[in-house]
């Protein structure tokens, strides 16, 4: 079994007996240890005794004087928004339920600690998976992806890794190929993640380079459809299958969820049967049919009924995905 994202927290928290995760002191404790946090050289007393006394007991409820005597304003607005965080957490019954809280109302958590929550989830989802092609897949739940689509192939890499190695070198053609979209994927030393070599991953899974395509038939993007499986068994206990689509050929389709904001219009505009601009369809990157193992789990309206998915760029290249969307929109039968 191998193990995986070791710096994403997920070592740091325990399991229920559901299989959920409970937060710990030490998870909380890696958060008082990121750098926006961590006292510097020139951090103020107070600021470095608030950091002890939370080192100490991250689960202590601080009062507001306590924040308006840190020195440094920038400091108190981080201190201010990592406690609300630690508040949620702790009122949780489990990282899970907090996570679908945060999207019971107005999001007011940053959205670097929601994709965290997502790695981590989804590290626990995927614990014990045997294919590295699921992980790497799943990193779109949590990590922006620039994308390619030269003559055809739609070509998936990290965004941050991209711009980040934009100015020379093998990651730098990849960076000016996927960024500029000028070069044909033919004359850059891609290494594209697939079958032959998938076993690369896991010597590589936290360095986020290597790139993966999402065509229709390909094994990452087969990959990706078992991830969605095992997320919404994880959050909702039921079970669905999930297939690769060329296209939607139902006319009269019943529901409908997409995985970002671009195709939840898109899909919503194409349901109501108004005139899609080609540009558009370009962004479209792969689409999906969901069904359910047991109609009697889907709404009574439209039990039997499949529910498509759509992923789709923004128009700069971006995937960004919402793995909630899987989630909060399924059609799920009322719980007794």
């Known amino acids: 079994m191998q193990d995986f994202w070791r710096n994403s927290g997920f070592h740091l928290l325990e399991r229920d007996g559901d299989g959920r995760l409970s937060v710990t002191d030490d998870f909380l404790r890696a958060y008082l240890m990121r750098p926006e946090i961590r006292p510097v050289e020139d951090s103020g007393a107070n600021e470095i005794a608030l950091h002890e006394a939370l080192l100490e007991d991250p689960r202590q409820d601080m009062n507001a004087q306590a924040l308006e005597l840190i020195e440094d304003a920038d400091s108190r607005d981080n201190y201010r928004v990592l406690l609300a965080f630690f508040e949620r957490l702790k009122r949780a019954a489990c990282l899970e339920s907090c996570y679908l809280q945060i999207f019971s109302g107005a999001v007011s958590v940053p959205p670097l600690f929601i994709d965290q929550l997502a790695q981590i989830i989804v590290r626990n989802v ?183 998915l759509a992923l789709s760029t923004d128009e700069n290249g971006v995937v960004r995905m919402k793995p909630q969307n899987l989630l909060l929109n399924l059609p799920l039968a009322p719980r007794a």
């Open 126 to 308: 995927l614990d014990g998976c045997e294919d590295p092609l699921e992980p790497r897949a799943a990193e779109l739940f949590f990590r922006e992806q620039k994308v390619n689509t030269e003559d055809g192939v739609v070509m998936l890499a990290d965004l941050e890794t991209v711009e980040a190695h934009a100015s020379g070198g093998s990651l730098g053609n990849l960076g000016r190929l996927i960024v500029e979209a000028q070069a044909p994927l033919a004359s850059v030393n891609l290494e594209v993640l697939d079958t032959e070599n998938a076993s690369e991953y896991w010597q590589r899974d936290q360095r986020h380079d290597l790139v993966i395509s999402m065509n229709f038939g390909r094994a990452a993007n087969k990959a990706f459809c078992r991830v969605i499986e095992k997320w919404i068994r994880h959050f909702h206990g039921v079970t669905v299958s999930v297939q690769p689509l060329r296209a939607i050929e139902d006319r009269s389709w019943a529901w409908h969820i997409g995985l970002d904001a671009e195709s939840t219009v898109l899909l919503n505009d194409l349901w109501r049967g108004e005139e899609i601009e080609q540009g558009r369809f370009r962004r479209l990157l792969a689409l999906f049919r969901l069904d359910f193992e047991e109609p009697a789990a889907m709404r009574a309206d439209i039990a039997g009924k499949p529910v498509y």
